[in-house]
């Protein structure tokens, strides 16, 4: 079955400095990656997503991931962070019939 | 632009009452799903449904029942709701048809039970 591991439920970083969020992957086929992030108060919006094209994503707001097979690893970066990233993020995995969330990141930002 | 709407953001509930969320797509997605979501659990599955009067039980189904008698509307049901239901709803949607789709998710309902 398929499952993902956010690691660390909190990350806080100061405005300008790179966002890392890192989310490992458990799939006996090519998963298909998610990353949403949520608002407060609000539902998940799609961030990105791979589907076994390119390896680097791209994806809204300045985010991207990069899959890497050999570390079975989905992480997100943003180069610099801005006030309005502040916010939950999830990894998800898609299943048979599903999806397979992570337990989330909230990313804090200091001016 | 899919929506999905859910018919409450913020609801009160009594210990013990029935509790209906309702969650409406306008995109004509065959799947239709049920999360919670509480700190540090990220989202976990209840029921989801693929088709009009189908259903199928997700991680936590116990407490819950579903409904889906059209195709674009899906309701959660709390038969009789306890304290441990106080949490936060999602209501999502996607298509079969899409390899590799992403889900849509509605607002959210946040629900205490007092």
């Known amino acids: 079955a398929q499952s993902v591991t956010q690691l660390g439920s909190h990350v806080s970083v100061s405005e300008g400095a790179l966002v890392l969020l890192r989310c490992n992957y458990s799939?006996?086929?090519?998963?298909?990656l998610f990353w949403y992030v949520q608002y407060p108060n609000q539902g998940l919006q799609l961030l990105l997503k791979?589907?076994?094209?390119?390896?680097l994503v791209k994806g809204i707001n300045g985010f991207e991931a990069e899959f890497k097979k050999s570390e079975t690893s989905f992480h997100l970066t943003k180069p610099s962070a801005h006030m309005s990233d502040a916010a939950e993020y999830f990894c998800?995995?898609?299943?048979?019939?599903?999806?397979?969330f992570g337990a989330g990141t909230r990313l804090t930002v200091k001016p | 632009d899919v929506k999905v709407t859910q018919s409450s953001r913020y609801l009160v509930k009594r210990t013990g009452e029935k509790v209906f969320l309702e969650c409406v797509q306008d995109?004509?997605?065959?799947?239709m799903f049920w999360y919670r979501q509480d700190p540090g659990l990220g989202l976990r599955l209840i029921y989801f449904?693929?088709?009009?009067?189908?259903?199928e039980k997700g991680d936590i189904p116990e407490g819950y029942s579903v409904s889906r008698e059209k195709k674009e509307r899906f309701s959660l049901i709390l038969e009789s709701a306890s304290t441990n239901q106080t949490s936060m709803y999602l209501c999502?949607?996607?298509?079969?048809?899409?390899?590799?789709?992403?889900?849509?998710f509605g607002p959210g309902t946040r629900l205490l039970v007092l």
């Open positions: 998800a995995v898609r299943g048979n019939n599903d999806m397979r």
């Open positions: 799939s006996s086929v090519p998963p298909y």
């Open positions: 791979y589907t076994s094209a390119a390896t």
């Open positions: 995109m004509d997605h065959e799947n």
């Open positions: 449904s693929y088709d009009v009067k189908m259903k």
């Open positions: 999502a949607s996607d298509s079969p048809k899409v390899f590799g789709e992403t889900q849509y």
